[in-house]
């Protein structure tokens, strides 16, 4: 078994860190939180607030408008960590300016966008825009229940995945409760794990490249959540159903299993909603961004049990959902050919790209999702700016793999310019 290893809390001292993030950031966050800053914009005495208001307990119910607050004290929080792979990985989402013609597949986005009818719905919704119109989330809510067999009280409609994903971690883990999660693997978990000063531990994928669920447990026998991405964020590989089951099992009494389904679309392996079906200490999340194509529209689910569902919405999730979200995701689940079909296109376009690095002699971890790792040979990042020059951006590198750049399947053409340039950077 390899060795996981730990990433300690940071003491709050490490808050008091010059962090190199650009005015505007600070400019938000003086507007939101009322602080005030000294030297290069490091932030005073707003450590303890953040971590006592998001970390210590259960929060009341609240307002929109005290949602908000809430939302921006979260943000500032993450960005308050020393400099971390979480944090990293933030400042590498930011996009360099690029011409319009620029190809984008740095962040696991669709480029087919919504389908014909949800850009219909939302074009149809503009006129009601000055309306909350919550029963539109009922609506979908409902319709998603019906689709996958259960019951609406064990739904809740976000904002995409990435917000309950942080609240879920919050809720359930804590200075005595760690983070237990894969290497490499999605970090917002990782942050968010940090905000509530818990351990996070990291362990390996196994040869498979699938998380190694039996190393997890006896890495974190005091763990609060073991975060589980299926298929996984960057690798796109799976973790086999026998093995979440197995954890969900074999867990600390009091822990959770936060299984993460945002790419689960684009394989046919088998979702773990039947676990949650089963009243099991799990939690499920979906979200629209990645086969339907809103990434920037923002809409998705955690599922679970009604009392881990009240514990997760008590950190603050709870607020109204843009009504073009809302119309536009009931319109693509009401597409029958919708997801098979966009799989179908990807899993082409993605087996060409890898018969192509094939013929070329380069490396690369097998996916099955929208994403993959290329193995450069040389420092990630280097690659990564190299690309961009030639008006390709791709996505960033993991620590624990240097050498290897996330790689997003686009479109047919944009994978051929992809290959042009990656043939142009190795071979210059």
Known sequence: MERAYVERAPTPAAFDFAVDLDSGFWDFLEARIKVKSRGRGRPRHISTFLIHSLAEGPMPRFSRRSFLHLSAAASAAAAFQRMTEPMLAAAAR????????????????????????????????????????????????????????????????????TPPLGLTVLAFTSPQKSYA???????????????AGARVVKVPLTKTYAHDVKAMLAAAPDAGVFYICNPNNPTGTLTPHADIEYLAANKPKDAIVLV?????????????????KGGKDVIVLRTFSKVYGMAGLRCGFVIARPDLLEKVLARGGQNFMPVTAIVAATASLKDPQLVSER????????????????????????SES????????????????????????????????PTCVRITVGTQDEMERFQAAFQKVMKG
């Open 260 to 276: 993460d389904e945002a790419y689960i679309h684009l394989t046919e392996t088998e979702s773990a909603l039947d676990l949650v």
């Open 370 to 401: 929208n994403c993959f790792l290329l193995d450069t040979k040389r420092p990630g990042n280097e690659v990564r700016d190299a690309m961009a020059k030639e008006n390709v951006l791709i996505g960033r590198v993991w620590p624990i793999m």
């Open 181 to 195: 999660t894969a290497d490499p693997c999605f970090e917002t978990g990782m942050r968010m794990a940090s905000v």
């Open 343 to 366: 799989r179908r296109i990807n899993a082409t376009i993605r087996q060409q790209t890898f018969q192509w690095l094939d013929r070329n002699g380069y490396r690369y971890i097998p």
């Open 94 to 161: 930011r996009r360099p300016p690029h011409a319009k013609d620029a190809v984008l597949i740095d962040s696991n986005e669709n480029p087919l966008g919504p389908c014909q009818a949800a850009r219909d719905a939302v074009a149809a919704i503009i006129p009601q825009g000055g309306r909350y119109s919550d029963n539109l989330t009922d609506e979908l809510v409902a319709a998603f229940a019906q689709q996958e067999g259960l019951n609406p009280d064990w739904i809740y409609c976000t904002a995409g995945s």
